[in-house]
């Protein structure tokens, strides 16, 4: 049976001490880290991470994990933070309150660390200390740590009952001390070994022998590598105690095996008569476009040959041959254009040519610039916060050849809407000193020409709230027929349809606050329900949300993305809905109680409940903000809608109480002012 594989990221970056430095880079090692091995295409652990907390929580949840494991679970603890070296030479990690002179009750004993391993039951346990060391020492005592101090003393092999352990440090000796209580070396720089690790397991560039998987033996000496050629003064160093293999992550890295050429073609190959060679070249380039990896490979092997040492006629018809495989992207540079701060903007990868070109890994320039292979080719997404402009790189690499794709473009901030302020009344000619001089105003720059796409879809809306118009008052004698059978039901959608209308013409409004106001809209008004004449309305919301969605992705400037919620407005915007889909629920039941015969009616009340929570949720999560704060305005917005029109279908009876209906109006118009609020708040 298959055991779990769980991991625990310990990093320590914040410290109350004045004596302990803050360290920059162990809130990034712990989110890079556990983005990588919580990544399924990588690794499958299930992470844990411990930021900033204080010894004694740290030493319970390193307890707990090696506690509550079993005998085939592999563990994995990774320390970011200040290691520091008590007098008598015992190790410790650093937590938020730790006190450099009182370290046995404020830091975390590598020896307890120790003790938690023995004790475990797992028989994989994998320790990664990335620490700057140091010794800690008495109040006025200015004393140096000399001489190499090693740090895997402190985690000693032997004693685990032949269980596998392996203990791997950023360096090995105690590289920085204390001179007092403070600390006597300026260390706060980013983590080079935390750097490397993620790196390595990212791109697969740790599987040195190319098998699709990444051993800890591998990893070690591709952290080892790397971490010298980052830092030359830097040393990792291993103690590890395996038997057989320990496999901590997958790679695409996998080699090709060439399978060997027919006899018949490689003799003709070799073959003295020229032409007999010029018809094995053909049919090597069929091999060549084979979806058999192997088969290909093995036919580019002798083109190459062939390229290399037959006569001339020959060899640049094998080279032509050859070259319809070498690796090549469609596009050498990849311009975003101008990217709005805070955004997650995303680009497509293509590779051309048949599938021995396009079995590829790709490698980024720098941490920014995230790569995700993909079939054919690979999703490129930008993590960027600050202002100005970026270049990176992606090296793609195959068994044919190589290729680099720039990576350019620019971040700008988001433009506010500039606000319309009353002209100040002009000072009397008395009031005006002689030396001054009024500067003409300059005109307001006239609004970018308008997204067709944006145009379509305003009016697309008009054509709904139209529609409805019409059709309501036709299908009314009378204005007291109308509301008496329920036309006014009708009276919120034509509000709301028009008012997305506007604001997807407006310029100020047309490219984010638009098209989120129309697509919450249309999610909730569109779903199935009241007279079929509505169908029409319905369509012409979509087709409006399609449009106005298709303008959003044609806009370069930014990309939609989702992350957490935004703030207090976005948490209470998920209780509203959350409210909202309990009322309707609760409906649905009452009206089933009632009678059978109501099952469509509670249908719909349970697909307009599921529907206004996964759209409040996105309201919520979605980037940019102007374009969440709109989707989730008009989620609130057609919530409103369908809670009126659901009304006139409730039942007459004093059985059916309607409390969940009430329920959910009040919710959705509680969401409705908590995206009033996020909006004023967006625009302030």
């Not at 140096?144 to 985690?155: M, Q, Y």
């Amino acid at each position: 049976m298959t055991g779990e594989r769980r991991a625990l990221i310990i990093a320590n970056g914040e410290y109350d001490n004045p004596g302990l430095s803050a360290l920059r880079s162990p809130a990034a090692d712990a989110e890079a880290l556990a983005d990588v091995l919580a990544d399924r295409a990588v690794s499958e652990f299930d992470v844990q991470v411990v930021r900033d907390e204080t010894a004694h929580v740290i030493a319970g949840r390193v307890e707990d994990l090696f506690a509550d494991s079993a005998p085939d679970d592999v563990l994995l603890v990774h320390f970011s933070c200040h290691g520091l070296k008590s007098e008598s030479g015992e190790l410790f990690f650093a937590a938020r309150n730790t006190r450099p002179e009182r370290l046995a009750s404020t830091a975390v004993p590598a020896d307890f660390v120790q003790r938690c391993m023995r004790m475990s039951r797992s028989r994989s346990i994998v320790l990664l200390l990335d620490c700057c060391y140091g010794g800690a020492f008495s109040q006025g005592v200015a004393v140096r740590a000399t001489g190499e101090a090693n740090v895997l003393d402190a985690f000693p092999g032997g004693g685990f009952g032949g269980r596998g352990r392996a203990v791997i440090t950023a360096s090995n000796s105690i590289e920085y001390a204390f001179e007092g209580d403070q600390l006597a070396d300026d260390h706060a720089r980013p983590s080079v070994f935390t750097s490397a690790l993620v790196d390595g397991l990212r791109t697969g560039d740790a599987d040195r022998d190319e098998d699709g998987w990444i051993a800890l033996s591998e990893l070690y000496d591709y952290l080892f590598d790397s971490v010298r050629e980052r830092n030359p003064n830097q040393t990792p160093s291993r103690d590890i105690e395996m038997q057989g293999e320990l496999y901590l992550a997958r790679s695409r890295r996998r080699r090709i095996k060439p399978s060997p050429v027919p006899a018949d073609l490689r003799a003709a190959s070799e073959d003295p008569n020229m032409f007999t060679r010029l018809g094995a070249v053909t049919e090597l380039q069929r091999r060549l476009t084979s979806e058999n990896l192997s088969v290909a490979i093995g036919a580019y092997e002798v083109l190459t040959t062939m390229a290399q040492t037959d006569i001339r006629h020959i060899a640049e018809t094998a080279e032509l041959a050859r070259r319809e495989a070498r690796v090549r992207a469609e596009a050498e540079v990849v311009r975003f254009g101008e990217v709005v701060q805070g955004s997650r903007p995303a680009a497509r990868l293509r590779l051309a040519g048949p599938p021995i070109a396009r079995a590829c890994h790709f490698v980024s320039s720098h941490s920014w610039l995230r790569v995700t292979e993909d079939g054919d080719g690979a999703e490129i997404f930008l993590e960027l916060s600050e202002l100005g402009t970026f270049d990176g790189r992606i090296t793609v690499t195959g068994p044919t050849g190589e290729v680099v794709v720039r990576v350019e473009g620019q971040v700008v901030a988001e433009p506010a809407p500039v606000p319309l302020s009353r002209p100040e009344p002009a000072p009397k000619p008395a009031e005006i000193p002689e030396a001054t001089v009024l500067e003409p105003v300059p005109p307001i720059e006239a609004a970018a020409k308008p997204e067709p796409f944006a145009v379509a879809a305003g009016l697309l809306a008009f054509v709904a709230a139209v529609y409805l118009v019409l059709i309501a008052f036709a299908l009314s004698h009378s204005l007291e027929d109308f509301f008496e059978d329920g036309g006014w039901t009708v009276v919120p959608l034509v509000v709301f349809a028009t008012v997305a209308g506007i604001v997807m013409l407006l310029p100020n409004t047309r490219r984010m606050v638009g098209p989120g106001a129309l697509s919450g809209l249309a999610l909730l008004s569109a779903i199935p329900s009241g007279p079929v004449l509505l169908i029409l309305t319905d369509g012409c919301l979509l087709a409006g949300a399609v449009c106005a969605l298709i303008g959003v992705r044609r806009d370069r400037s930014f990309r939609l993305g989702l992350g957490k919620p935004r703030d207090g407005l976005a948490i209470a915007a998920l209780v509203a809905g959350a409210a909202g889909t309990a009322g309707l629920v609760t409906e649905a039941v009452e009206l089933l109680n009632y009678s059978s015969s109501r099952a469509d009616e509670a249908a719909i009340y349970l697909v307009i409940s599921v529907v206004l929570l996964i759209g409040t949720l996105l309201g919520a999560l979605l980037r940019p903000a102007p374009f969440g704060v709109a989707f989730l305005g008009g989620v609130a917005a057609g919530g409103i809608v369908m809670v009126c029109m659901l009304l006139p279908a409730m039942p007459s009876s004093s059985s059916v109480t309607g409390a969940g209906w009430g329920i959910a109006l009040g919710a959705v118009l509680s969401l409705a002012i908590v995206a009033g609020l996020a909006a004023r708040k967006a625009r302030s």
